[in-house]
Structure formats: structure tokens, C-alpha cells
């Protein structure tokens, strides 16, 4: 993958707004290695930033005004800075929007400012476009107003950008590893404290590739199944009484069993076993080669697409035929119901996983998807 070329941008921005800009800033979007619907529930995951970010051109003023532009969107959003509120903005310009209003509430407050974004993370492909948008923009704004504010603070005003101003209620796994990612190793985040450690995923030093199996089916957090998934794990815990699902063992999940109806216990099931697989990979990185960890990623997978059934039939059929043609293992990554699927495979299989996959996806009658490797990738930083 790619990033967008910053001169062009800055040449750009000066074309759409009559001057340069203060400052380019990139975050990338991400890919989860294990640990999916955890992060809401007080629990483990594992996820790395990639090599695909967005890029934004920042210029801060006193207009009162932000103005707001992206190359892959008609026109500028403009909104008066004294009446930004969850409503005032709606659409993709929702999440930079809501990072201004979140972050002005935490101190880091402009009298004006303009943004012009652009990226190479797929939307809608669960690499978390979203979260690379909202950082880019929190990044820079930190340090063109010079505000000392931390990584763990610029992750929840993210997170509340995108829960109240874009009406999607996600966690914080995505801007933590925007933020926080660095090349050769995934970041192991608890949700619950926010603390992060850096695990070793150096992919290449073991002949290992990990390709992402982009399905081209689109999913959207703010409506629909991710939401019903949230509602479910609450109930989960309330019903258990307990402060966060992490707090329920895998030990005790026959004992949960009668308290709970059949499918709010499946979905229980899934995250409990889920946070479990993540402990269990953060170790196995730490002792042993990445290719040791192929089953926990197919646990992960039928976890998911039998017990919290976020999958489809191109995430399954990705997964099933990367398996068939010799991957090491494979899951569906991020929120479900579309997206991408991920392949753990041997350098020298992957023109065969590959084809298998775009062979399946063929006969299937799917549309066809992209298939590309990723690895892990710096975060959030200043680019011009
Ligand atoms: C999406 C959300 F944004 C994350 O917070 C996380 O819940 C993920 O889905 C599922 O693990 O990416």
C-alpha cells in the first residue's frame, strides 16, 4: 500500500483555500490481528497500523469558521466554530468536524481553521478509515496549537467524535493503534486502563506474509448489526453483574449459561473466549514464530461467524479458501458485516493463496477482491 503524496496536497489545499498550509499531518488506518468487539467491553486487542493513512492539510486562523475538504468529496463543508454540536455536521465531514468539538472541550481550541484530507484507506473495507481521518486531524491540531495533550486523551476525543458526532459507537482500538502503532509490531492494548505494549510482529524476519482479503462488501458502524452486537455484550454484563465482560473466565462460562437467553450467551461466549485467544497470541509472539499463531486465528474467525455472527459469505468464503490453499490461518478483521479478512501465509504461498481466493470469490459469483500484504506500519506523526 501507499500514502498520498503530501507536496501534492499542500499544492492543493493553497488551491482551495488561497493559502498554504501550517502543517501535513498523517495517521494510518489499521488492521486487527485478534481481539474484534473486545475493545467496548472493557477487553484485550491486538491490532497494528499499516501502511495506508490519511493525510491531512491543516492551516489554523481567527475566522470563527472551520472549513473542511477532502479530494474525494464535492465542495467545502463550512460550519461556525461557536455553534459546532453533535447534528451541526453530518456526512464524512461529521468526523474531523467532531474532533475540533472534542478536542476544543479538552482544551485544544482554534478560532478558525481549515482542513483538506485525502487517503488511501479503503472505506468501508474494515482498515479503519475512519479512526485515520479522525487522528490525522487530532495530530494536528495538537501540535499547531502547541496544546500537551497525550496519546490516551487524543484517542478519546476521537472515540467521542466518532460516537457523538458520527453516531457510530465504537471503541478505542483503532485510534490506539493509529496513534500508538510502529513498524514491526502490533500494539496489545487493555481497553480498560488504556494501557498499550508493543508485541514483535516482524512478519518478514519468519517468511511470513499476512494478505488482506478486501471483500469490496461495505459496512457502516454508525447503523445496523455493530450497534445490536454493543447492546448485547451490555446486556451481558448487567445480567452477570459484573464490572466488564474480561471479569467472566472461560471457566465460567457453563455456570453463565443459565443466566442468560441462547443467543445474548453466544455472544457472551464469543468475547470471553475472544479476549482469551488475545492473551493467548500476545504470548505466543513473544516466545515463538507468528506462524504459530494460524489457530487462534481461525478460532477467532468461527467465534465470530458462528457465535457473534458479524460475517458474511465473502468474509467466509475468503477465509475458507486461503485455508484450502495452504494459509497458516485466517479470520475476518474489524466490525464484521463486510470488510476485509485477513491470511497468515508462508512468503512463497502467497501467489497461490491469492489465486485460490480470487478463484473462489469467481466461482462464488462475488465481486472480485483485493488481495494485498500489509505490515506493520509507524503511527500518527507530522509529514510537512
Ligand atoms: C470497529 C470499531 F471501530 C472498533 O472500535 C472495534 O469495536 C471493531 O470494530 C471490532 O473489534 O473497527
Not at 462488501?217 to 453483574?241: C, F, I, M, N
Amino acid at each position: 500500500m501507499t500514502v498520498v503524496d503530501a507536496g501534492r496536497l499542500a499544492t492543493d489545499f493553497t488551491a482551495t483555500f488561497g493559502d498554504p498550509p501550517d502543517g501535513l499531518f498523517l495517521a494510518p488506518g489499521r488492521v486487527n490481528l485478534i481481539g474484534e468487539h473486545t475493545d467496548y467491553t472493557g477487553g484485550f486487542v491486538l491490532p497494528f497500523a499499516i501502511d495506508a493513512a490519511t493525510t491531512a492539510a491543516i492551516a489554523l486562523n481567527d475566522s470563527g469558521r472551520l472549513r473542511l475538504a477532502s479530494r474525494s468529496q464535492d465542495g467545502v463543508v463550512a460550519v461556525d466554530l461557536a455553534s459546532l454540536a453533535p447534528g451541526a455536521v453530518t456526512g464524512w465531514a461529521a468526523y474531523p468536524a467532531g474532533v475540533v468539538w472534542a478536542l476544543s472541550a479538552r482544551g485544544v481550541r482554534v478560532e478558525g481553521a481549515d482542513i483538506l484530507v485525502d487517503s488511501t484507506v479503503p472505506t468501508g473495507s474494515g482498515l479503519s478509515s475512519s479512526a485515520a481521518l479522525e487522528c490525522s486531524v487530532a495530530v494536528g491540531l495538537r501540535d499547531l496549537t502547541g496544546v500537551d495533550i497525550g496519546p490516551d486523551e487524543l484517542v478519546l476525543a476521537c472515540q467521542q467524535a466518532e460516537n457523538e458526532m458520527a453516531g457510530a459507537p465504537t471503541g478505542i482500538m483503532d485510534q490506539t493503534a493509529s496513534l500508538r502503532g510502529a513498524a514491526g509490531h502490533a500494539v496489545f492494548l487493555d481497553t480498560r486502563d488504556q494501557h498499550s505494549e508493543q508485541v514483535p510482529l516482524d512478519l518478514a524476519e519468519h517468511g511470513l506474509v499476512l494478505l488482506v482479503v478486501d471483500t469490496h462488501v461495505k459496512h457502516q458502524h454508525a447503523t445496523g448489526g455493530y450497534a445490536d452486537r454493543r447492546r448485547s455484550t451490555e446486556a451481558a454484563r448487567e445480567a452477570l453483574d459484573v464490572e466488564a465482560l474480561r471479569d467472566v473466565a472461560v471457566a465460567d462460562l457453563e455456570a453463565a449459561a443459565g443466566r442468560l437467553d441462547a443467543v445474548t450467551f453466544r455472544r457472551l461466549r464469543h468475547v470471553v473466549t475472544e479476549n482469551q485467544r488475545v492473551l493467548d497470541t500476545v504470548a505466543t509472539l513473544r516466545s515463538s514464530s507468528p506462524a504459530a499463531i494460524g489457530q487462534l486465528l481461525d478460532a477467532s474467525h468461527a467465534s465470530m461467524r458462528d457465535d457473534f455472527e458479524i460475517s458474511c459469505a465473502e468474509l467466509d468464503t475468503a477465509v475458507d479458501a486461503a485455508r484450502a490453499a495452504g494459509s497458516l490461518g485466517a479470520r475476518m478483521t474489524g466490525g464484521g458485516f463486510g470488510g476485509s479478512a485477513i491470511a497468515l501465509v508462508h512468503a512463497e504461498d502467497v501467489d497461490t493463496v491469492t489465486e485460490a481466493v480470487r478463484g473462489a470469490f469467481a466461482d462464488a459469483g462475488f465481486t472480485a477482491p483485493g488481495v494485498f500484504p500489509v505490515e506493520p506500519a509507524d503511527g500518527a506523526r507530522r509529514v510537512g
